[in-house]
């Protein structure tokens, strides 16, 4: 079933519901149909609680939709994929664990040998910033610090597709400008697709080739923008008139949705 | 160097005041009992104690380290039980409806007084005080060790999902672990209660430990023993529960308990 023509990422008609504790349905994205071409920067935003991170979870095959189907290079998504490296919400490290060892945990999951893979683990965590944070806890971390751990551990299995929710979320303006060009740059050398969910405009501009839009509940998608800006972006980017064409557009869709229906 | 010192000096005046408080307390104790001469089978005075018990010193051994052995060998037997049942019964929804309810039965019963039909079905013996033991330990360590097992953050568990891991090397990498400050806080009040056991299938049938001897220097009237042998089986007591806060913060650095103070009983 697989071919090269099919997308690396399809989701059609899919709804999922929630049953909450009181009974009642919740239905978190409704019908939702979309295609991830392979090595696209796709960045999500829209408001809390439209079913930004239920989308993430069903492409992750973490969880099952209700209704629909997600496909991964074509194939219906039965179990979760391997190509797919999760970074949640939350940093989610296991408390155990110092920095270094909870950044070769995939591995261990996998069932890979960690040993080849420990240089790598090293040099990720340096590049995000925590060299000399090896072997600390992450007790011992502030939350953007634990963050960045858990950055470096979805990367070091090398996964196809990268699902990335909110990772900059409890970063400082800085880090956070840093890490978004850190990433692209990976983005960009070692190829991969991305699904990255924020709130920030400016940084779902920023990075993307495209943007997906959400309403509130029930979760759909109301604008697919490509994002034509010329590649590579620099931290100048987001000054240019082009660039705050695109970031109009899309604030407009944002607030139009959460004020309006 | 001046840090270090009033460190030191505070620790020594911590525990002087510590040393000061128990010699206060026995001295008061020997000179009420001189003064009001009160009956040795009453409450003998704390040279009475030290001398009577001393007499027994030959045999003191060989029923404290039968004690010991019902202690250890019951609380061990109640870990390499109790941990995998509570396994099974956080893996399988279908051994969790058939062992519950047994176990709630067998957890609303005053274990002690099953000790008396535990002894008839087993016989007497170390092997069965161990068990009596054991019997009291195990609940608490199933209990603790099952909601460890579950309580193990769900997006942690979808992290593992999410790499397709099998169910052992979650269990091994991931909810053992997790588990494991839940077990070691039952397992501190799991040995407590190993003694409690011990002592009391002691006092149900038995030919030597201490608590035999607190029966018999009981039926004797001779306080002064009881007294001595209580205060060695509560060094007992104390002692395995500070082995097991060790234990405690060598497998699981990352947890700093609160409370590493025995429980009270
Ligand atoms: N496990 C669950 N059980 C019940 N309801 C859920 C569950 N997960 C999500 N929901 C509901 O689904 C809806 C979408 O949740 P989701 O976490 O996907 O939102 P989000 O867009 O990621 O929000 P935020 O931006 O605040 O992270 C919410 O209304 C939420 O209450
Ligand atoms: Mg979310």
């Not at chain 2, 409806?97 to 005053?110: A, C, H, K, N």
Request: charged share 20%; hydrophobic share 50%; net charge neutral.
């Amino acid at each position: 079933m697989a071919s090269a023509a099919a997308p690396l990422v399809s989701l059609e008609g899919v709804t999922r519901r929630f049953v909450t504790r009181s009974g009642t349905d919740v239905t978190a994205l409704q019908e939702v149909s979309l295609a991830i071409e392979r090595d696209q920067f796709v960045t999500v935003v829209g408001p809390s609680g439209c079913g930004k991170t239920t989308l993430l979870k069903l492409v992750g095959g973490i969880m099952p939709p209700t209704l629909g189907t997600v496909r991964l290079n074509g194939e219906v998504l039965a179990r979760p994929s391997r190509k797919v490296g999760m970074v949640f919400q939350r940093p989610v490290l296991l408390p155990w664990r110092s920095v270094f060892e909870n950044v070769l945990f995939p591995l261990e999951m996998l069932g890979w040998r960690t040993a080849p893979r420990k240089d790598e683990a090293r040099r990720l965590i340096e590049l995000v910033g925590l060299g000399g944070f090896e072997n600390a806890l992450p007790s011992e971390l502030s939350g953007g610090m634990q963050q960045r751990v858990s950055i470096c551990r979805a990367l070091i299995y090398e996964p196809e597709l990268l699902l990335m929710d909110e990772p900059f979320g409890a970063l400082d303006a800085m880090t956070r400008e840093d890490l978004s060009f850190e990433l692209l740059r990976i983005w960009n050398e070692k190829r991969k697709t991305v699904m990255f969910v924020t709130h920030s405009i400016t940084e779902a501009v920023l990075l993307a080739d495209r943007v997906i839009v959400m309403t509130a509940r029930p979760g759909r998608v109301v604008m697919d923008v490509p994002i034509t800006l010329p590649r590579p972006r620099t931290p100048d980017t987001e000054f240019t008139a082009e660039f705050k064409d695109f970031a109009k557009t899309i604030k407009s869709a944002v607030y139009a949705e959460a004020r309006g229906c | 160097m001046a840090a270090v010192d009033t460190t030191l000096r505070r620790t020594l005046i911590e525990y002087g005041q510590t040393t000061l408080a128990v010699v206060v307390l026995l001295v008061g104790w020997e000179v009420l009992c001189n003064v009001l001469s009160v009956p040795k089978w009453l409450l003998p005075a704390p040279s009475q104690i030290a001398a009577d018990t001393w007499e027994i010193r030959a045999v003191l051994p060989m029923h404290f380290g039968a004690t010991l052995a019902a202690v250890v060998g019951g609380f061990v037997l109640a870990i390499v039980t109790g941990i995998p049942i509570a396994v099974l019964v956080v893996y399988s929804p279908f051994l969790r409806r058939v062992i519950f309810p047994f176990l709630l039965t067998l957890q609303s019963v005053p274990k002690v007084a099953l000790a008396p039909l535990l002894l008839l079905w087993i016989g007497y013996g170390l092997h069965s005080n161990m068990i009596v033991a054991a019997t009291v330990a195990f609940f608490p360590i199933v209990i603790n060790t099952a909601t460890g097992l579950e309580s193990v953050d769900k997006e942690l568990l979808e992290l593992t999902r999410s790499l397709d891991a099998s169910t052992a090397r979650v269990f091994w990498c991931v909810r053992l672990p997790w588990a494991l400050p839940y077990i070691f806080s039952s397992l501190k009040v799991a040995i407590t209660l190993a003694v409690i056991g011990a002592v009391v299938a002691e006092f149900v049938g038995s030919d030597k430990g201490l608590g035999y001897l607190i029966l018999t220097s009981s039926g004797a009237m001779k306080t002064s023993v009881m007294f001595g042998v209580l205060l060695l089986l509560s060094l007992l007591g104390i002692a395995s529960f500070y082995a097991v806060a060790w234990a405690e913060r060598r497998l699981c650095p990352w947890y700093l308990p609160t409370n590493t103070d025995p429980p009270a009983i």
